[in-house]
């Protein structure tokens, strides 16, 4: 079974920063793209950042680019999301995700964030306080 496990979720002021870990099993990690995903009260969910490992990119929502940084431990088959100065507006339920065929094209998708991701994980929950 393909399973996703987030954590590192909490409260922090703005300004701070939080390391979120998705622990991935049931798979070979590397075969797929792994991203994060957020939904905020009251909005949909929208995509953070993505990792392919197929071409070694990464994406990010413009909302964070240069405050969040996606990275892995391949040998631990976990990704995280390093989230610096952080904002009031990054106030979500975090999701990682996984897909075993976005890797190879999502360079050409014009929305990686609405791709349909095929394993979903429960999510950690962020608060970030003004």
């Known amino acids: 079974d393909v399973q996703l496990q987030a954590s590192g979720g909490g409260l922090v002021q703005a300004g701070g920063s939080l390391r979120l870990s998705c622990v991935a099993s049931?798979?070979?990690?590397?075969?797929?793209?792994i991203g994060w995903f957020r939904q905020a009260p009251g909005k949909e969910r929208e995509g953070v950042s993505l990792?392919?490992?197929?071409?070694?990119?990464?994406y990010y929502a413009h909302s964070v680019e240069g405050r969040f940084t996606i990275s892995s431990d391949n040998a631990k088959n976990t990704v995280y999301l390093q989230m610096n100065n952080l904002k009031p507006e990054d106030t979500a339920v975090y999701y990682c995700a996984a897909d075993p065929d976005l890797g190879p094209i999502a360079h050409l998708l014009d929305h990686w964030d609405r791709y349909a991701m095929d394993y979903w994980g429960k999510g950690t929950l962020v608060t970030v306080s003004s």
């Open positions: 049931g798979f070979t990690f590397t075969d797929y793209a």
């Open positions: 990792v392919t490992f197929s071409d070694g990119r990464e």
